[in-house]
Nanobody, 127 residues
Framework: EVQLVESGGGLVRTGGSLRLSCATS????????IGWFRQAPGKEREGVSC???????SYRDSVEGRFTISSDNAKNTVYLQMNSLRPEDTAVYYC?????????????????????WGQGTQVTVSS
């Protein structure tokens, strides 16, 4: 059974940084994509960044240049480094896995293809 566990959220001031971690387990092959999503109160869940099975990364426009997705395969962990945080980044952040993938080359910014989800971690950016 695939399991995803997020950690690293917290309260930070505008301009600060946080690093989220997504510890993964249970994949039956190395064909999976990981996505980071967020959901603010009263808003729909939106894609933040993703890492395809082939290692290609993608970011939503509003976080491009500020957030970086990476993985440590030895630790089975995917990270989301978030710098220059803004109040509008405040949300519950989720990691999700698509396994197996529809495309090894690309990953989706939509929640639809993702089969497994973590419990979420709260990120609050104060102004």
């Amino acid at each position: 059974e695939v399991q995803l566990v997020e950690s690293g959220g917290g309260l930070v001031r505008t301009g600060g940084s946080l690093r989220l971690s997504c510890a993964t387990s249970g994949f039956t092959s190395d064909d999976y994509a990981i996505g980071w999503f967020r959901q603010a109160p009263g808003k729909e869940r939106e894609g933040v960044s993703c890492l395809s099975s082939s290692g290609r990364t993608s970011y939503r426009d509003s976080v491009e240049g500020r957030f970086t997705i990476s993985s440590d395969n030895a630790k089975n962990t995917v990270y989301l480094q978030m710098n220059s945080l803004r109040p509008e980044d405040t949300a519950v952040y989720y990691c999700a896995a698509e396994h197996p993938t529809y495309s090894k080359e690309y990953c989706s910014g939509s929640p639809m293809p993702y089969d497994y989800w973590g419990q979420g971690t709260q990120v609050t950016v104060s102004s």
